[in-house]
């Protein structure tokens, strides 16, 4: 008897381990999946992580989102912002680092918050103090219901770029620009008096075109380009642009004809086209 006691015993045993075992192990899906979007920006990089809630038939801003009331900008952990180099947003400096993305909705216009205090579940433990920043933004309707909240870049540029927040029927536009201009310029400029074979000719000019910056300086590093690389069809278009852009249509169609031969004698199908596109701008 007690041998079958033991026995019985050690099979429960044995049953109620392989039951608390698979209750540990069973995973069901998440109601808020997460997500996480990272966009090239400037220098730098802008990473967002989130989790994106439902509508589930709900009323959300006004409803399940009271409005005058923060809220995580998501669920779960609150939204988290992370910039590797200084940006403007809204017009305001913000550094480098890690926030929480926290926000106020109202009916038409939402304050949002980046908070330095990144690691928070919900809004629970928000404290205003540790606020970095706030600024107030426009909400827009819209026509097409978003199901799940949706965060996504739009508009980006080398310079510029909007974060839109979207649920439901409503989205936030936030607009953000790069703040390393000076430090870009002041490299430029730097490498630009070294040794002439190791100067970044091709990006300085580019950058200087795009960016509006001294037309006169990116024309003469585009007479040296050409000078050390004749046969480029590369140098020929951005002097091209250089010239139409300063005004003298005449002078850029004569340089961009100059580029299309060149890229025809070595088939350079990309820079034929490039070339003539600056030709045809200009007769226009």
Known sequence: MKNAYCCLCAILLACFTSFSSLAQELRIPEASSTQTIIQDFGLGKITLTYSRPNVKGRKIFGGINPFGQVWRTGANAATTITFTENVIVEGNKVPAGTYALFSIPEENEWTIILN????????????????????????RPVDEKRESLTMQFANSTTKSTDLYIVWDHTAVPIHMQTDDDAQITANIEKLMLGDKAKRPYFNAIQYFYENDKDLNLAMKWALEAEQMEPNGPWYKLWKARIQLKMGDKAKAIATAQEGVKIALATNDDEYVRLNEAVINQAKN
């Open 116 to 139: 330095k205090t990144a690691r928070q579940w919900g809004a629970y433990s928000y404290k205003q103090e540790d606020d970095l920043l706030r600024f107030k933004v426009k909400s």
